[in-house]
């Protein structure tokens, strides 16, 4: 994480700062990036609209790092609402964290709550790599559910900012004959971790990251590719390769998120790829808009102005 990111996040994430969150045009600057606060009847049109306009959706419920069990199970009830809500719509799946199901507390708990989503979901689980510490219990969780137990509808994500994220992927997906490919969804990588466990530069990273894409485009009979990135030059890398090898479209995917580079997502669908937005949603919103006022300083400017409209 650059120093500026560091900067940001420190200045924004502190009791004072976070009083903006009340602000009006501040809420509205910060839901360009986030769905809703809640799964209501207007955000379920906004979805339909968006699949009828060729998106695939991932919805992520905000939330993780639980060490409290009241917060798990609200969590888990907001998470059925939405689950019951988006039953009926097509090319849906849903995304959650582990650290909010309580890995934290045990994982025998994580488990459980686990089980009961995915035996009362009709829609694709996707789970989201955390930090270095939890990605081996998570590895575990993903394999006893999808390698054990057979739930096919069961995916998960790794992140090329780690040095370790080729041999875990070689061992744990390619290794192993699936009976039902699992999406393996390729992100950078977002967490703060030890400099002796992700590589050293941005250079490296998207090197890496490529590398990753191929392996898996290389192994389309085993997996189902997403990559999630707005790097267009790492799209373009991924979709030359794909014609070079005769790789279909059908045959992966790219996910960016909601708000963020919409051109590039607008281009992508009128150009025939298949393209997912994951839409985060839910009301611990600000800590996910701070990230990416983070990763997009000029926001800051949009956020200034926000502030200054509201003490006229």
Known sequence: MSLIKKAIISIFDN??????????????L????????QVDDIFIQ??????????????????????????????????NEIINKVSMLNNISISVKLSALGILLEENICKQNLKNILDSCNNRIHIDMENSVLI?????????????LKYNNLDITFQAYL??????????ILSFD??????????????K?????????????????YNIAVKLLDNISKVYPAFATHDHKLI?????????????????????????????????????YNLRIYIPVGSEWYEYFVRRLAEKPSNLLLLFYSLVKYEK
């Open 15 to 28: 009791p004072i700062m976070r009083g903006i969150s009340k602000v009006d045009s501040i809420r509205k």
């Open 30 to 37: 910060a839901f360009r990036y986030v769905g809703s606060e």
């Open 46 to 79: 906004k979805m339909q609209n968006l699949i009828n306009q060729g998106y695939r959706i991932t919805i992520s419920l905000l939330g993780e790092q639980y060490n409290n069990s009241e917060k798990v199970q609200k969590y888990i009830q907001n998470l």
């Open 136 to 148: 081996d219990s998570t590895l575990n969780i993903f394999d006893f559910f999808r390698k054990e």
């Open 163 to 172: 040095y370790r994220t080729m041999k875990d992927i070689d061992d744990r």
């Open 178 to 191: 699936w009976d039902s490919k699992p999406i393996v969804r390729l992100c950078k990588g977002a967490y």
């Open 193 to 209: 971790e030890p400099f002796d466990k992700i590589l050293p530069s941005k250079s490296k990273i998207d090197e890496n990251y």
């Open 236 to 272: 373009e890398k991924i979709k030359n390769y794909c014609q070079y090898k005769g790789i279909s479209r059908d045959d992966f995917e790219f996910q960016m998120l909601y708000g963020v580079r919409q051109d590039l997502q607008k281009k992508i669908i009128e150009q025939g």
